[in-house]
C-alpha cells in the first residue's frame, strides 16, 4: 500500500503523522461480545473477511458470483479467490481501499489481491494467521483500540459484557449500546413473543403500558451499569408531527395482542415513545443515536432466504425535517435534548440536517453512513459540516462493522480527514497548523473518548 495514499500536500502528510497513531475510540460497531470474550483464534482470512461482511456479500453478488461462494457452503478457500477476484476489478469501491489496507497493516501484504495474486497471499494470511494465533482480541490490542461499544437489543442478557467486564486480563473498555429497533417495531408480527422475552430478562412483567415502561426504565439501569453511554435505533420509520401517551398506550395494547396496528397510531405512538427514551437517556447520561431514511430488505425472497443484514439494504425516502423538528421540540419541552448525534443514508438529509444541528444544543451531524462512507461521500459530509457547522465539535469516526479487521477504516478517514484539513492549511484557507493538530486530536480521537467516559 502507497504509505501516501490520499495524502496531497506536505501539511496533509504532517498532520496524519500526528494523527495516526492515536487510540482508536471505535462508539459504534457490531462486534461479538461473545467472540471477544472467546477469543478462540481464526483458522483463515475467510473466516475473517467473508463470514459476517455483508459490504464484501453485496459486491460480490453484483460481479455476479454465485451465492455458494458468497454465504453457502463453498470451502473456504474458494470463497477467498472468488473474493479475490472481486476485489481485483472493482475499481473506485472504498472496500478495494479497504482490503488493501487491511492486507497491508495486519499481514505485510504489499501486492495487489485479484484473481492471480490470491493464492499466493491466501497462503501467506494463513501463515500468519498460524503463527501469531490471530483472535479478536490481539487484533484489537494490535489495532491501538481503547474502548468499543457493541451494538445490543434491550432483551438480551448482556452475558458476555458482564463476563468482559469482570477479566482484568483484557484492557480494551467493551460496553453495549441499547439498540432500540426490536423494542419500537410494533408493527413486527412476533412483536407479543418479543415482550415475553423483554419480560423475562428484565424482571418485570409486561401487562400493560406503564409496565411496559417500567421494563424499559430496568434494562436501561441494567446496561448503563455495564458501562453503556450510547442508544441507537435504526428503523425505516420516523415519528410523526404528535403523539399522547393514550394513543401510544392504544398502539402498544394492541400490538401486544397480535392486533393489527394502523399506520397513523404507529406514527403516535413512535413519537411519545421516543420522546419517552430521549427523557431517559437525558438522566443516564447516554449518547442518542439516530440512522435515518433506510430501506431493511429490499429484496424479500434473500432476506426470506437467508435473514436480514445479509445485504439487501438500500437508500430510503428523506424524512421531512417538520417531523425531526417536532420530535426535537417535543424533548426540548421536556427537559432538553440529550447529547444526539443524526445519520442519514440518504445524502440529500445533509443540508437538513446539519443546519438542524446548528438549530439545536446538543444535535450534531454523525460520520458519513454505510454507503456514504467512501471517499467521496467523507468528504462531502466533512464540508458540510464545516460550512454549517463546527468541525472541531463532529463526533468522530466509527466503524459499523462486524469484523475484527475494520480498524483499518479510522486510518482511512484519518488520511482523508488529514488531506481535507492539509489542503485548507496549504491553500492559506485555514493557515493555523498548530489549531489544525488540535482540530485533528479532537476529531479522530477526543470527542469519542468523551463519550465514552
Known amino acids: 500500500m ?7 500536500t506536505k501539511e496533509a502528510e504532517t498532520l496524519y503523522r500526528y494523527a495516526k497513531d492515536l487510540p482508536i475510540v471505535d462508539y459504534h460497531c457490531h462486534l461479538s461480545p461473545k467472540e471477544i470474550y472467546e477469543d478462540r483464534p481464526f483458522e483463515n482470512l475467510a473466516q475473517l473477511w467473508l463470514g459476517h461482511d455483508h459490504y464484501k456479500w453485496r459486491l460480490m453478488r453484483q460481479f455476479g458470483i454465485p451465492e455458494e461462494k458468497v454465504t453457502g457452503d463453498a470451502p473456504d478457500f474458494e470463497k477467498f479467490c472468488a473474493y479475490g477476484e472481486c476485489i481485483g476489478l472493482a475499481a473506485g469501491n472504498p472496500l478495494y481501499h479497504w482490503t488493501m489496507m487491511e492486507l497491508s497493516e495486519y499481514f505485510g501484504v504489499e501486492e495487489p489481491l485479484n484473481r492471480h495474486t490470491a493464492p499466493e497471499i491466501w497462503e501467506k494470511t494463513c501463515q500468519v494467521i498460524r503463527e501469531k494465533a490471530l483472535s479478536p482480541r490481539k487484533l484489537m490490542t494490535g489495532s491501538r483500540v481503547e474502548k468499543i461499544a457493541t451494538t445490543d437489543d434491550p432483551a438480551e442478557e448482556l452475558t458476555y459484557h458482564k463476563l468482559l467486564k469482570e477479566d482484568d486480563s483484557f484492557p480494551i473498555e467493551v460496553t453495549p449500546t441499547f439498540r432500540t429497533d426490536k423494542l419500537v417495531n410494533i408493527k413486527a408480527a412476533d412483536y407479543p413473543e418479543y415482550l415475553h422475552k423483554l419480560s423475562r430478562t428484565s424482571g418485570v412483567g409486561i401487562r400493560d403500558f406503564d409496565s411496559f415502561l417500567q421494563a424499559i426504565q430496568k434494562r436501561m439501569d441494567d446496561f448503563v451499569a455495564m458501562g453503556c453511554r450510547f442508544s441507537d435505533v435504526g428503523i425505516e420509520d420516523f415519528p ?7 394513543q401510544a398506550k392504544r398502539a402498544f395494547l394492541a400490538a401486544k395482542e397480535g392486533k393489527a396496528v394502523e399506520k397513523q397510531e404507529y406514527e403516535a405512538f413512535l413519537f411519545y415513545i421516543y420522546r419517552f427514551l430521549a427523557g431517559e437517556y437525558r438522566k443516564r447520561n447516554m449518547t442518542m443515536q439516530l440512522h435515518l431514511a433506510v430501506t ?21 425516502e428523506p424524512i421531512p425535517v417538520s417531523r425531526m423538528i417536532a420530535l426535537f421540540n417535543a424533548v426540548l419541552e421536556d427537559g432538553g435534548l440529550p447529547d444526539t448525534i443524526l445519520y442519514t443514508l440518504n445524502p440529500a438529509m445533509y443540508m437538513t440536517m446539519a443546519t438542524a444541528a446548528g438549530s439545536f444544543r ?3 451531524l454523525g460520520a458519513a453512513w454505510w454507503f456514504n462512507d467512501h471517499k467521496a461521500g467523507i468528504e462531502e459530509q466533512l464540508r458540510l459540516c464545516a460550512q454549517c457547522g463546527h468541525l472541531a465539535a463532529f463526533p468522530g469516526m466509527l466503524t459499523d462493522s462486524r469484523s475484527f479487521l475494520s480498524y483499518a477504516r479510522h486510518d482511512y478517514f484519518r488520511r482523508i480527514f488529514c488531506n481535507l484539513l492539509g489542503e485548507w492549511v496549504n491553500k492559506g484557507e485555514y493557515p493555523d497548523m498548530e489549531s489544525a493538530k488540535e482540530v485533528v486530536r479532537r476529531v479522530c480521537y477526543q470527542n469519542s473518548a468523551d463519550r465514552m467516559k
Open 2 to 8: 502507497d504509505s501516501h495514499l490520499f495524502l496531497t
Open 362 to 364: 446538543n444535535l450534531h
Open 296 to 316: 431493511r430488505n429490499a429484496n424479500r425472497p434473500m432476506f426470506t432466504a437467508l435473514g436480514p443484514d445479509c445485504g439487501g439494504d438500500c437508500v430510503g
Open 240 to 246: 410523526g408531527l404528535s403523539g399522547t401517551r393514550e
